[in-house]
């Protein structure tokens, strides 16, 4: 069969991402600019920041790419561009970008959910296997997904409130770390022990997360013990809430795996970099014979190369979208 190449376009937040990937599995090139500095200025994505800078910056990402790739846009077989869920005004951005490569070039356009993304981020160099579970743990996401095939999903459970990379940005914050608070947390938790008592969450049998009371609990503490003029081990806390947040997935997958007999797992989204994470899902894994897919870290957070593998079943099954495609904010996968 002859080689696909897609040549993928990401701008659903802060970073302006286009990649080319052939066969759904071979990042051929890559480049991510990301405005995650200019944002942590601010706490956190300022959305008319981001849309203004995409526009700026995605023509170069572009040429970067192809001189990466030694390929035109001529070379490539479609265009794929993510159109949901996230931030309007960039994803419109890479969207009418998307639009005018397929116009101008003649390639068929391909839109592309960004959660599945996320997903097919372990197609990248690895396999999904069906049937799998798939934990996609993002800024925007906390959800427990089974797959029983390409594009076949079913929604197990989800957060009830905020996601898990919003707890931890949060969390960050409150305790006096810059933004994107994640990475911080986990660097800040590596010096510190899990000493602080926080609540579980009430287990109740479902599959879904809930994040708010955790983060509460933390704020409530880190206000109470300042009004007391007490200091805070802030890497114990940062421990303690990573220990706490990583409980509540385990509680879930756990219940999963043990329902579903599913032997194969998936991990997907920017929570998804962090490594205690990474080695309590495998521990959990292999007590139930499962094997686990991981993204390799710069296929975690968000790039091109995932929307690229995400779009190549869609290009074989010639699912392609037209000149009318819009941005829609919220997901619309399960
Ligand atoms: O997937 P992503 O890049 O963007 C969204 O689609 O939301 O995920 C970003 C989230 C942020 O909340 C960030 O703090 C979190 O992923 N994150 C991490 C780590 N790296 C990124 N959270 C915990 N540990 C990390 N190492
Ligand atoms: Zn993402």
Redesign the pocket.
């Known amino acids: 069969m002859k080689d696909v190449y897609i040549l993928s376009v990401e701008t659903s937040?802060d970073e302006t991402s286009i990649a080319i990937v052939k066969n759904g599995c071979e990042v051929v090139a890559l480049t991510i600019l990301t405005q995650m500095d200019t944002h942590a200025e601010f706490g956190g994505v300022v959305p008319e920041i981001a849309s203004r800078m995409h526009t700026e910056n995605i023509t170069m990402v572009l040429e970067e790419t192809l001189n990466k790739a030694h390929m035109g846009v001529e070379d490539v077989d479609a265009i794929a561009v993510t159109y949901s869920p996230g931030l309007l005004g960039s994803l419109l951005v890479g969207i009418e970008f998307a639009k005018v490569l397929s116009y101008v070039y003649h390639k068929p356009l391909i839109k592309v959910n960004?959660l599945i993304g996320?997903i097919y981020a372990n197609k990248i160099d690895n396999k999904l296997k069906f049937p799998t579970l798939a934990l996609v743990i993002?800024?925007?996401h906390t959800e427990l997904i089974k797959m029983t095939g390409d594009y076949k999903f079913e929604l197990l459970g989800e957060t009830q409130d905020d996601a898990i990379?919003?707890a931890?940005?949060k969390v960050a914050r409150v305790i006096g770390l810059k933004y994107?608070?994640?990475?911080n947390?986990?660097k800040l938790a590596r010096e510190g022990q899990n000493s602080y008592k926080l609540p579980l969450v009430a287990n109740d049998g479902s599959y879904n997360f809930s994040y708010s009371g955790l983060k509460s609990a933390v704020i409530n503490l880190v206000n109470n013990e300042r009004q007391k003029g007490n200091e805070i081990n802030k890497a114990d806390l940062a421990c303690s809430f990573q220990t706490a947040a990583v409980d509540e997935l385990k509680r879930k997958l756990e219940l999963a795996l043990k329902k579903t007999n599913i032997k194969n797992v998936v991990i997907a989204?920017?929570?998804s970099?962090?490594k205690y994470l990474r080695g309590e899902i495998y521990t959990l894994c292999q007590k139930y014979d499962a094997e686990l897919n991981l993204p390799e870290f710069i296929y975690c957070?968000?790039n091109a190369a995932m929307i690229g593998a995400a779009a190549y079943p869609l290009y074989l099954k010639k699912d392609f979208a037209d000149l009318e495609l819009n941005a829609l904010s919220t997901s619309d996968i399960v």
């Open positions: 937040c960004h996320h993002s800024g925007g990379g919003e931890f940005d994107p608070g994640g990475p947390i986990e989204g920017g929570v970099a962090n957070t968000d």
